[in-house]
């Protein structure tokens, strides 16, 4: 999977935020797991890019909220 941009996720309906949500917190679950066994360095990257891809998809759900 690749990371989000902020105006993707402008342009996604609430039920594709959602979906892309639960899709990106099991790829971040998979990553952890090859890192826990002793995955290589190049997953750094992915892991980071996942980490923040969710962070922006959380903090653009947040401000629809107010």
């Known amino acids: 999977m690749t990371h989000l941009k902020s105006r993707e996720i402008d ?3 609430d039920e594709a935020r959602q ?3 639960i899709e990106l ?3 971040m679950l998979q990553l952890r797991a090859q890192q ?6 190049s997953n ?3 892991y980071k890019s996942t ?16």
């Open 11 to 13: 342009n996604m309906s």
């Open 19 to 21: 979906s892309r949500l």
């Open 25 to 27: 917190r099991e790829e």
């Open 36 to 41: 826990a066994l002793g995955g290589s360095s």
């Open 44 to 46: 750094l990257g992915a």
């Open 51 to 66: 980490r923040r891809s969710i962070a922006r998809l959380l903090t653009k759900m947040n401000e629809k909220k107010e």
